[in-house]
């Protein structure tokens, strides 16, 4: 087995130990909400309208799908 | 050493493969990439429903990181095309997800039942993932390239950045050169006419790997390669990653603050580079968006500020 896959193993058992770094959570909340790292708003897409690109999708919901369904879904926190 | 740039007369249409940060953070890269495919017959197709490619989520969870891989590859199988990303991380985090769905049949038929269920897709293992330098390098070739030159950038010193997944790791991508002592970037820069210059740790990584758990190493890592890349007087560092553009160009101030020194050392992605050897002006390659005004190095060119 070669080094960086031990590491990837030792650190998904230490998520599924319910260590997760601060900076991950943040990461695993951003996916499931958008299914990317980086939002992509109206504001995003007015720009690339302007620099003549194609539009983006603002969320792609079968990534959530997946996230949920392996048990990874944290809900983005709103109002209420 | 441009002789190992193979001549191609095929180019072919590729899913263009976006990723997280590239279609936020680093539009003039995706802008440049497309002139350029453009101008070399390069076909890059768009698929709005590709989501980040999985590589954040493979140290929490490796079978989420393959559905979200297999997921995006499936987009691209449905339309018979290969893909091209612009991101070396995305790149890497494909290919290898898709070597391990095409070399373990009982793999790949739990993550089709997996993905059949949750999201109605599958994915037969059918599609190419490639890197677009790889592209450039590999299918479109140098004698293509040769030809389009028209500005001559032999004012011109640069500094290569690898970074750390276009070259690894070669049980997936196979050899396609030395992972230790790679020069496809070289290669590709001498073939505008500028020249690649050599430097201490040149296949360092940028340190962004890093930057979201421990802002003072990453900045560190950062900091020395810029103290190299100095030292060798560049005009410009020219990398094919936006992670590591953001470690190298939105970062610099932030370095230049800790280090108490000042680089201003311009940042291109490649094809901002190949696009201004084709005599495509810096508008048209988004170099009005890159943070670090590279003023200097256009003036070398043509004799005027960009």
Redesign the interface.
């Known amino acids: 087995m070669k080094i960086p896959d031990l590491m990837n193993a030792l650190r998904n058992i230490a998520v599924k130990e319910g260590y997760v770094p601060p900076a991950m959570k943040v990461q695993l909340d951003l996916l499931c909400s958008f299914g990317r790292l980086l939002e992509v708003t109206d504001f995003e897409n007015e720009k690339r309208k302007e620099a003549n690109l194609p539009l983006f999708q603002e969320r792609t919901e079968e990534v959530k799908r997946i996230l949920e369904s392996l048990g990874l879904l944290r809900e983005e926190k709103t109002q209420g | 050493m441009k002789k190992r740039l193979k001549d191609s007369a095929i180019p072919s249409e590729y899913a263009l493969f976006l990723?997280?940060?590239v279609?936020?953070?680093a539009?003039h890269y995706?802008?440049s990439a497309?002139r350029v495919a453009e101008r070399l017959d390069v076909q890059l197709s768009?698929i709005?429903?590709f989501?980040?490619c999985g590589y954040?989520?493979?140290?929490?969870?490796?079978?989420?990181y393959l559905?979200?891989a297999a997921?995006n590859l499936s987009l691209a199988e449905e339309r018979g095309l290969s893909v091209c990303t612009l991101c070396s991380a995305c790149c890497g985090a494909l290919a290898e997800a898709n070597h391990a769905l095409q070399e373990d049949e009982d793999l790949r038929k739990r993550v089709n039942e997996?993905?059949f269920?949750?999201?109605g897709?599958r994915y037969e293992g059918s599609v190419r993932v490639t890197h677009f330098i790889r592209v450039l390098q590999e299918e479109v070739g140098e004698k293509k390239i040769l030809s389009e030159i028209q500005t001559d950038l032999s004012a011109l010193h640069v500094a290569p950045h690898y970074g750390c997944h276009i070259t690894k790791?070669t049980t997936v991508y196979g050899r396609v050169e030395d992972p230790e002592n790679p020069k496809s970037l070289d290669q590709l820069i001498e073939a505008t006419g500028a020249h690649s210059i050599s430097y201490e740790d040149k296949l360092q990584c940028c340190g962004g790997a890093v930057l979201?758990?421990d802002e003072g190493v990453a900045l560190a890592m950062g900091r020395a390669k810029l103290d190299h890349i100095r030292a060798r007087q560049a005009d410009a560092i020219v990398l094919v990653c936006p992670f590591c553009n953001i470690m190298y160009e939105s970062n610099q101030k932030k370095i230049e603050k800790v280090a108490q020194t000042e680089y201003k050392l311009p940042v291109l992605f490649y094809p901002q580079l190949l696009g201004l050897a084709m005599g495509l002006e810096p508008e048209e390659l988004?170099i009005k968006m890159n943070r670090i005004k590279p003023t200097e190095m256009l003036k070398k060119i043509h004799g005027r500020a960009g």
């Open positions: 990723g997280c940060t279609p936020v953070r539009i995706e802008i497309r768009d709005s429903e989501s980040c954040p989520i493979k140290s929490l969870n490796h079978y989420a559905l979200m997921r997996d993905l269920k949750r999201i897709r790791p979201a758990f988004g």
